[in-house]
Structures are given as C-alpha cells and as structure tokens.
C-alpha cells in the first residue's frame, strides 16, 4: 500500500507510513493548534494532537468543521494507528 503525504498539494508517496509521517514532520512547517496554542506538526500528528488532547467539540468550534470532517480524520487515524510500527517512527522522527 503506497502512502500520501496529503498536506496541501503535497505530491510526495512513500511505501510505509513511518515514512510519510517522518516526511509530514520534516518536510512541512509546523502549525498552532486553534484549540490550546501548542506548536504541533502539520499532517497525521497534528491531527492525532487534536482528537486526543482536545474533545470533537473544541476541534468543530476552533477549525470550522462539520460531522463528515470528524469522521474523515476519525478513518484515518484509525487506518494509521492500525498500521504504524510506532517504535520504528520514532527511529524515523528521532533520526
């Protein structure tokens, strides 16, 4: 299964997740969460950031979202968290 990066236009596909996540973290600016401030990275993290630290309510009032929004991240976390050799992430991330 081929992974994308998907951050805006983001063209970048990679073999495993680990890889498209290190990417996500290196490759793209760093974004503040609309719901505490803190300084979180763009992609899978930042979205994971929010829907464990921060209720679906905080995350519909502070980005504008809708129930299909939730339901949207909700899938791919899942789909992540599923498939994600986390010990080898942070191999990855840690460098």
Not at 17 to 38: D, F, M, P
Not at 68 to 74: G, L, S, T
Request: charge should be negative; aromatic fraction near 8%.
């Amino acid at each position: 299964m081929a992974w994308e990066c998907g951050i805006d236009g983001c063209d970048a596909v990679f073999d495993d997740v680990e890889s498209a996540i290190a990417h996500q973290v290196s490759a793209h600016e760093r974004l503040e969460c609309a719901v505490c401030g803190t300084i979180v990275p763009d992609g899978y993290l930042g979205i994971r950031h929010v829907f464990t630290e921060h209720s679906r309510a905080e995350y519909v009032r502070a980005y504008g979202a809708d129930s299909e929004d939730v339901r949207q991240r909700e899938k791919l976390l899942e789909e992540i968290d599923e498939t994600v050799d986390e010990k080898r992430l942070a191999e990855f991330l840690n460098g």
